[in-house]
Structure formats: structure tokens, C-alpha cells
């Protein structure tokens, strides 16, 4: 027996419905989203104009208000107040899912700490879209989102996230494409797998996994390869021989101050380090310091 649709997708309390729309394939837009945004009092979105093009597509006709960055504590203020008043909002942004890499998430926070239901309606989103996609086995990922603008920035930032274990995710801009490839290229280890994610959905998309130091020479073959929205996968870290300095200098503190076994398994939680590696560097730091004695 199939489960029957509720009358209305909407809940009894008024709540603010966060909503996923297309990445760019109109036809990935979900049945429950079609139904709420027709059923809503009204639709706070990133960009009206663009968005008013998407209900025109579906011939939803709900009112629609600006919520961008730019006005985004203003516009959550409203909605709070509509949500008083006992409507149902929802909120969308250009394309995929909301409050990720995009405007809404202070919104979010704002209606909840107003006590109002927040309510997701899930579908696409990038970052998932080519992660699944990516054929990169790391068993986890880390999703970092947008890199600084400034070269130095960026290259600071990966470098705080190349311990991180699993696969990374960033987005990327069309016009800074060439700038941040260089720079991973440059920051990260050169054995790394690398998958450039890009018009997800669209009709020009392109999905190539690579080792990361050809990356930007791919890249620069074709200035096509340039052009859209990029979602940038790295492969974990590759492994190294023996414990990192930080590891042992972690595993260093704890064992000043707790037994081994709690201090490698702390250690492994901080650093990412082996656990098994840690107790066995433990071990041989103790039988040392036992000789010297």
C-alpha cells in the first residue's frame, strides 16, 4: 500500500519553508517544493527577477519579496512578522538549496530564535550533486564552500584544511576558476585526485577528475573550461610514513596529563592521526623515558 499525499503540504503552525529549486535542469524541481511554493503566502527569494521567471515556468503565482545578502536582516524581520501574522513563507535562492553558500542562513537563525518552525524541502544542491558524481572514495568530505578571493588568503586557508581527512569541497567562481586551481595546485600535494564540477545539470556540463597537479593545465587548454559555476573536489591527503610533528606534539600534552590509551585516543580525534600509531609512539616515548631513568 502506497502512502497517500497530504491535502496540503503545508503544516498547521505558520512556518518558513526552506526550499531547493533546480541547479539549472527545470526538471529536477520537486513535487513537495511545486506544492509548497504554491501554497505559501508568500516566497522571500535571492533574486526576484530571476526567480519570477521559475514560478512563471510552473505557473505559480505567490508573492514574491527580495532576501539577498544585502538586505537580509531587514527582509527576516519582515518575515517574522508575516509568520506573527499566521502566514506560511517560503525561501529560495537562485538555484539549489538555500542558506548553503548562499543567502538565508541568518534569516534561518533569526526565525528561530523568533520560534518559528523552520522546515526544510530538500532536492538539489551542488556540492552533493558532484560528490556523488565524483567517483572519490574517502568516506567522508568536508564541504569549506567558497576559498578567499586573495591568493594569499586562499593558499592560508588550505593550508589549515590539508590535514582535514576526506574529500574537500569548494565552490568557485567563473572569473577566479584559473587563480584558485593554481593555488591548490600549489598548496596541496600533487598526488592528490582532483574532480572539476562544472554547469551541473546544464547543458554544457562537465565533470573530469584528474591528479591535482594537471589540473591547471587542463584548464588553461580550452578557454571554454572556464565558463559556469564549479563545484571543486580534492581527495584526502595521502598517506604519510610514520606520525606528523603536530600528532606527536598533541600526543605529548595528553600523556603529561592523562593515561595512554585516553591520550592516543584523543590524540586520533584532534589530529586524525591513527590511533593504533599513537599508542605505539606512546609506548615507545614511555619505554625511552623509563631507560633514561
Known sequence: MHPTLPESPLAKTPSLYVVATPLGNMNDMGLRALAVLKAVDAIAAEDTRHSQRLLDAFGITTRLVALHEHNEQAAASLVIRMLEEGKHVALITDAGTPAVSDPGAR????????????VPVPGACAAIAALSASGLADGQFHFHGFLPTKSAGRK?????????????????????????????AATLEPTRQIVVAREITKLFEQIVRMPLADAPGWLAEDPNRSRGEFVLLVSAAPPTEGLSPEAERVLGLLMAELPLKTAARLAAEITGAPKNDLYAHGLRVKSSADDGE
Open 107 to 118: 534569516a534561518v537563525a533569526r526565525v528561530q530564535e523568533a520560534g518559528h518552525p523552520v
Open 156 to 184: 592560508a586557508a588550505l593550508e589549515t584544511l590539508r590535514s582535514v581527512p576526506g574529500t574537500l569541497v569548494f565552490y568557485e567562481a567563473p572569473h577566479r576558476i584559473a587563480e584558485t586551481l593554481a593555488d591548490i
